[in-house]
């Protein structure tokens, strides 16, 4: 069974920083695509950011693209989403998720939608207050 675990939400001020955090077992790591998404009540899930299988592409939304940075270590199986200059806007659960499409595409292609990820957290709740 594939369990996937974020950590490291909370409170911050305007301007302070985060990193989130997400582990996985049940699955073998560096055989799928990490990415993280945020959904802010009332509005849809949206790709934060995703990186690709070979961890050589990246994919940032605009909004976050400067100050926020993905990254992944496969040796400790754990994935991290170091968050900078937070705004109130960045308010939202963010989701890190899990993608065996690479088992279909090249190791270089970065899925950015919700429907292209097999295995999601529970999620993680970042506010930042202004």
């Known amino acids: 069974q594939v369990q996937v675990v974020e950590s490291g939400g909370g409170l911050v001020q305007a301007g302070g920083s985060l990193r989130l955090s997400c582990s996985v077992s049940g699955l073998s790591f560096d055989d799928y695509t990490m990415g993280w998404f945020r959904q802010a009540p009332g509005k849809d899930r949206e790709a934060v950011s995703c990186l690709s299988l070979n961890g050589l592409y990246t994919y940032y939304a605009d909004s976050v693209k400067g100050r926020f940075t993905i990254s992944r270590d496969d040796a400790k199986l754990t994935g991290t989403l170091q968050m900078n200059l937070l705004k109130p806007e960045d308010t939202a659960t963010y989701y890190c998720?899990?993608?065996?499409?690479?088992?279909?595409?090249?190791?270089?292609?970065?899925?950015?939608?919700?429907?292209?990820?097999?295995?999601w957290g529970q999620g993680t709740q970042v506010t930042v207050s202004s």
């Open positions: 998720a899990f993608s065996s499409i690479n088992d279909y595409v090249a190791d270089d292609y970065v899925p950015t939608q919700s429907y292209e990820y097999n295995y």
